[in-house]
Each structure stands twice: as structure tokens, then as C-alpha cells.
């Protein structure tokens, strides 16, 4: 049992635009999952790029930091931010979204709970499902309050 939080998004994101022909990958980097490399990097997208619509980062901190470098390029008025993860807390994903950071983000549940509920299942020596389906949820201006704690 594990949670991928690499390769599957970008699959799926992947995925949901090929129905969409007319949106165009313009740049794509590698950010390690930080804020601040994410930062570095949108800023050589932003040298390289006249016009950019939206940004799509893997985790919340990644799409935060590719707007402190537009904010500070004073560009991020023309572009809207989009993160994964949806973490309760200050410096969370959704608070990115009250603040207005983040256009939105959507959770991408850790399964710390379901992981402790299947291993108690096994020690019990009871059935497990080889895939337990996670809850996720499209958190925006709208919704976002619940999901600060």
C-alpha cells in the first residue's frame, strides 16, 4: 500500500488535457516540490513566456511559489494558480486560495487513516481491498474556510 504523489497526477493531469486541444503545454520545470524552487523556476518561464493563462503545480507549495515570482514580476493579475494537496494550515493550500494566491487546489488525501484501518484489518488476519479509493475535493474561494483548520 503507498501513496504516489508523483507520477500519477502528472498522468492524470496529463490525461484530462489531451481532451483539450487547444491548450498548450508552454513550459514545464522541475521544481523538487519547494516553494522556493518553484519560485527560481517560474521566473525563467516568465523571461520566456509573454502570455501564460494558468499554472498547474503538483503540490500547493509549487504553484505558491510560481506566484510569488509572477507577484513580484507583476504579472501574477494576468495568469490563475492551481495546486494539489488542499493542506488545512497557514501556510496550506487552502488558505493559498482565501488569500487569493491560489485560484484553487484540490485535496489529495494523505491516507494516513485508511493505511492504519487496512493494517488493522490484516493483523486481524480480515480481508483488505487491493484499492481503497481516497476522497478528494475541488477546494475554491467558495469552499475554501472549511477546509482551513
Known sequence: MGADAGP?????????IAKYPDIVIVH?????WLRDEARTQFEHALAAQPAIDLV???????ATGAWLAAKAAGREKEMKFVGIDG?????????AVLDG???ATF?????????????????KGEKVERKIPL????ITKEN??????
Open 28 to 32: 514545464e520545470a522541475e521544481a523538487k
Open 107 to 123: 485535496l489529495y488525501p494523505n491516507c494516513g487513516k485508511e493505511a492504519i484501518e487496512a493494517a488493522a484489518k490484516i493483523l
Open 87 to 95: 493542506l488545512p494550515g497557514k501556510d496550506g493550500g487552502a488558505q
Open 8 to 16: 500519477a497526477p502528472l498522468k492524470g493531469f496529463r490525461d484530462a
Open 144 to 149: 475554501a474556510a472549511q477546509y482551513v483548520r
Open 56 to 62: 498547474y503545480g503538483h503540490n500547493d507549495p509549487m
Open 101 to 103: 494566491k491560489l485560484s
Open 135 to 138: 476522497k478528494t475535493a475541488t
